[in-house]
Structure formats: C-alpha cells, structure tokens
C-alpha cells in the first residue's frame, strides 16, 4: 500500500509479504494508520478528519494479487475493472470537505464496490471487533457464520417465511381493526346504491326530461304563435279575404313564369320563387301539424316535473349531473364487491398465518438444532486454541437457549418467541478453570483472558473464511509473558496457510513474524517514506530489544531479544 496524507503518514509505502508480517512501533507512530488504510480500500467509512492537516486530500492506494477466477476478480471485471497480471489495483481519496472516490482496476467506481469485494478479500479483526463478539446477537451472528450451509440454508427460507407472516399479520391487523369502518362505508354504499336502482335512471334522462318541461310549460303560447304563423303562410279559414304569403308567392312566380323566356337571368329568379313557393308550403304543412301534436296535458306536465325532481334528488348526492351518477353507482358497486369480499380475505389470511407459523416452527427447530450441532463444534474448537495460547485448562460452550412466550412459534413442545433470525437466543461462556462455572466471557474473563478467547474465536473463523489475508490490529491487548509467546507461536501458524498482518506491541508476537515492519516519526511528527521500513538482522534485535526494556542497547534486553527470534525460528 502506499499512503498519502493520512492522520500522521506524509507519505510512505506499506509492503506486506507473504506469511506473517508485524507492524511494531512506538505508541503514535501511526501503526494504527496501517489498518486505517486497509478499511479505505475496503470500502470504509471516509472521516474528514483523518485528512493530514494542510493537505487537500488523503490517498491511499493498494496493490492485491488474486487469481483470475476469484469471485472478487470476476465481480471486478463485471464493474469494468482490468488485473493487471494478477493483480488488482485499488484506491481511495478521501478530501478534507469529506467527498470520497475510489478507483478499481483503473476504473471509478462506487465506494459500495470496494465494500462488495472486502469479504472476499481481506478480514479485518481488531479490538472493535472484540467489543462486538461481547454482544449476544453478534455472537449468534459468528455461530451462524460458523456453521456455513447448515444454518445458510433453514435461515434463508426461514427468513422469507418470517418476512411473509410479517406481511400476512400486517393485512389481516388492517383488516380487522378497520372492520367497523368498512361496514359502515359498505352500508353507506347499498343506501345509496338502492336509492339509485329504485330510481332507474337513464343516461341524459334529465336533458330530455327539462326539455320536454320547457315545452310543457309553455304549450299555450308555442300553439298560438304556430296558429299566427300559419294563418301568415297558408291562409285564415275564417278570414277568405286576407292575403296570405303562400297566395302571393305564387301569383309572383307565375308573374315571372310569363317573361321568362326573354331573359335567363329573370328565368333563373322564376326558378328561386319556385323553390320558396315549395318551402313556404312545407312549413306551413309542419306549422300545422305542430299545432295537431302539442301536448298540453297539465298531467303529463306534472309527472314530468315529478320524473325531475327524483332525478333532482339523486344528483344532489351523486353528481352533477345523471351521467355522473351512473358513473358513481358502478364505482360503488365495484367498491362494495371489495368490502363484501374482506370477510372471505380474512378467512383466508386467517389459514395463511397458521400454515405460515406452523412453517416457522419447523425452520425454526431446524435452525436450533444447526446451531447446537454447530455451537458443539466452535466451542472444542476454540476450546483447543486455547490450550495452544496458555490457557490450558479453559472451556468454551455456547449456550442456546429459547424464552417462553404464548404467542411464539412451537419449538421442543413449548411455544418460544422468535424474531427475523429465529428463535434462539446465543450467548458464548467461559470456564476459565475446572470447577468454576460457564459464564458469559463479557463477565467471566479478565481482560487478558478475554483477548486470548476473542483471538481464538478469530483464529477459528479464519480456519472457516475463504479469505486470503487477515489483520489483526492490537487483538493482542492486555497479554505478555508466555500467553505472548504462544499467541505468537499460533499466528504463525495460521500464516502457513494465508498471509497474515499484526500491529503488535507485544515482541512476543513480533518475534515470531516472517517479516518486521517498523513505523516511525521523523523530527517533525510525521510518517514519511523512510518510515517504514522493513527490519532485519540487528535492526530487528534493536526494535525487539525495544519493546522489551524500552532501551535499545541493553545487554540482556538484546539478549532476550535473540533468543525470542531463535525460539521462533526453531518453532518454524
């Protein structure tokens, strides 16, 4: 890694080898920057305020061999990124406003990217996370990733089941507790639904009704004005000498029928007087009939004003107007086959949630029984490390355990509560002699014990991770003496197998590293390139000698030191 500008690093290249590098140094130095910059390439969080004061931005970039079929090298290829002979190049500038960028494979890509590939690429372990395993729901999260498919699999389907029934008890809660105020909108409904069907109306009903009400309304005078306008086109009966249109029409036509011959322009008016001779008749017929039809029955005027006023009635409730109600009542009648078909749904979310627990209960126990088979397991297992890191006489055992609630899943005959992950409820105990009794390690072990238990819950998992490199910041804390040397002795181990990175203070651990890397200050405060440097032959015997006595020249200091490097040697 080469890191730029961040906290106490000016400028200066990382170079882990393979098998076991230790990162030592005094206390501020910025060891703790190394692991820092690892979480940027993964995708971590970027804090303003690890931006070295005075420079614009930080910048962190690595450099990670993977194998061409690695999922995180297809997952880079998916996003665009090129390896480079095995490699993967990645970066992260992180800017002193707090804007982020991150770069794989010499492409931009999302910071979620970086995180997407970090499970595959690294695990980090370091004091924070030995907070976290003191928590029961993340140790139920280790024993889960422990045991793998096992629990994988019941967990998955649980889940879903889980998600459903959610779903399921959301409706039919719905469902029922809006129950009075379904009925009273469905009542509201078949009111006003029959009200409408008692009526019956037809679409533009009530154009034609106040049409036919105009008319009605006025029968006395549309007759008078027809008889008048008749008796002007056709004649009066009772009057045989007064002078009616239709007569003088005519007597003009054949007027100009006399001379026509002479003149086509006049024939050509003779023919238009024809033509009004002929429409003036057809009116006078229709004025004629129009009177003959006219209904003036005050009854007929009654039943429709009567027809109206229903109709009235209905559009004062349901619409502007008849359209709008036919409209509105088959709105309503959709809506009141809705209502009217709650009841059934609840019948039938009803059968759904019973058939949803009873699945649950049986994911449920299946998970149980995973993660007793599995707890078994992880608790020898870390049970050995433990014997290899002095403590040898330790036991570790899970308990899992369910709590009684009536309205829970059935599991082992008893109804238990149970939540999106299951039913149980883990917990990690510590017997740190024979005869004590198991306790949960936040109560039951000293703080020294306690980092020795968490490094070999890491130790174990990493027998399980697929992960090529692992990072152990500090997990060391609050150890020394011949627990040190067997911590030591126990990541070296674990780095036959994969690379492994330690920042240590303790040279226990250090002495057992394939490589030493030392992080300093320069005079000013800062970490530059010649700040890290890798440490070999007498250097390394200073360094160690070091962090034994604080003094670099004493004598029994150096020769502790030479002697912790050839018991690791001889371990090797």
Known sequence: MRIRSLGVIDDAVVELSPGFTAVTGETGAGKTMVVTSLGLLLGGRADPALVRIGAKSAVVEGRIRVSADA???????????????????????????????????????????????ADE????????????????????????????????????????AYRRLRAVAAELDELTTRARERAQEADLLRF????????????GEDVELAAEAERLGHAEALASAASVAHAALAGNPEDPEAV?????????????????????????????????????????????????????????????????????????????????????????AARLTELDGDDGRIGELITERDALRGELSELAQALTDARTEAAARFA???????????????????????????????????????????ADEVELLLAPHPGAPPRPIAKGASGGELSRVMLAVEVVFAGTDPVPTYLFDEVDAGVGGKAAVEIGRRLAKLAKSAQVVVVTHLPQVAAFADRQLLVEKTDDGSVTRSGVTVLEGEDRVRELSRMLAGQEDSETARAHAEELLATARADV
């Open 192 to 203: 006003g639904l029959d009200e409408i069907a008692a009526v019956e109306p037809r679409s």
């Open 244 to 332: 009616d249109a239709t007569t003088l029409v005519a007597g003009a036509g054949r007027a100009l029928d006399a001379v026509r011959a002479h003149d086509p322009a006049l024939a050509a008016l003779a023919d238009r007087m024809g033509e009004i001779s002929i429409l003036l008749g057809d009116v006078a017929g229709e004025l004629a009939g129009y009177a003959d039809n006219l209904d003036a029955d005050p009854l007929r005027l009654a039943a429709v004003e009567e027809r109206r006023a229903a109709l009235t009635q209905l559009t004062r409730k349901y619409g502007a107007d008849i359209a709008a109600v036919l409209a509105w009542a088959e709105q309503g």
């Open 380 to 422: 020898e297992a870390v049970t050995e490390e433990l014997a290899s890191l002095a403590m040898p006489h330790a036991r570790v055992s899970f308990a899992v355990r369910q709590t009684d609630d009536p309205d829970g899943v059935e599991i082992g005959g008893r109804p238990v509560a149970y939540g999106p992950h299951g």
């Open 121 to 160: 690429l690294v695990a980090v372990h370091g004091q924070t996370d030995q907070q976290g395993l003191l928590r029961p729901a993340r140790q139920r999260e280790a024993l889960d990733r422990y045991a793998g498919d096992a629990v994988t699999g019941p967990h998955a389907k649980y889940a879903a």
């Open 71 to 117: 999922p995180a090298a297809l997952r880079a290829e998916e996003a665009g990124a090129e390896l480079d002979e095995g490699t993967l190049l990645i970066s992260r500038t992180v800017s002193a406003e707090g804007r982020s960028r991150a770069h794989l494979g010499g492409r931009s890509v999302p910071v979620g990217m970086l995180s997407e590939l």
